[in-house]
């Protein structure tokens, strides 16, 4: 986690332009023209946790930056107006082409992203999913491949992602292959 204001990038005031846009406390700024605070809220964002038949984990190859060609799990941002499981269900849907059919909640984890040379600060939700049968996957949207990793082989250090790569490493501890993983 950088350890410099959320919002230190953010020098001019989003409500009236002042310059005189500073720090209130440690999580928000105060503009001293116009009073306007902003509070920086964590993005919220959903990933998909799939293994197959085989003990296999979906993951996917990220094919953008931040991270790119490190192994991730489907997932992303959720959109404004959209509950988490909207999110979940379309996410699944535009990166790897499959409908869930079942799913419930792991857990969450807190991240930090770099988009467009800005840290947002994330709240990852951890989903484990059951796709429909028989679908075909596909690699789409910002994802460069899929491939099933036997989950006894998984890597944390080959997920890109600090709070993807901190799940994959207690997924694997937590769940014995013996384990049946479907929602």
């Not at 509950?83 to 969450?108: H, K, N, P, W, Y």
């Amino acid at each position: 986690m950088p350890t410099n204001h959320p919002l230190s990038d953010f020098h001019f005031c989003p409500h009236c332009g002042s310059p005189r846009f500073v720090p209130c406390n440690a999580h928000s700024k105060r503009c001293e023209a116009c009073g306007f605070t902003f509070y920086p809220n964590a993005a919220a964002a959903t990933v998909a946790v799939i293994v197959n038949d085989r003990h296999e984990l979906l993951c996917t190859v990220r094919g953008r930056e931040p991270h790119r060609g490190t192994l991730d799990l489907p997932g992303g941002f959720v959109d404004p107006g959209e509950s988490l499981t909207e999110g979940l269900l379309r996410e699944v849907r535009e990166e790897v082409g499959a409908e869930v059919e079942a799913f419930d909640f792991i857990e969450s984890r807190p991240n930090t992203y770099l988009y467009s040379g800005h840290v947002v600060h994330t709240c990852d939700s951890f989903f484990r999913c059951r796709l429909r049968a028989g679908e075909a996957l596909r690699p789409a949207d910002d994802v460069a491949a899929l491939r099933y990793v036997a989950i006894a082989s998984l890597q944390p250090a080959d997920f890109g992602l600090p709070s993807v790569s901190a799940f994959v490493a207690s997924f694997k501890e937590r769940y014995p292959a013996e384990d049946d993983l479907r929602p």
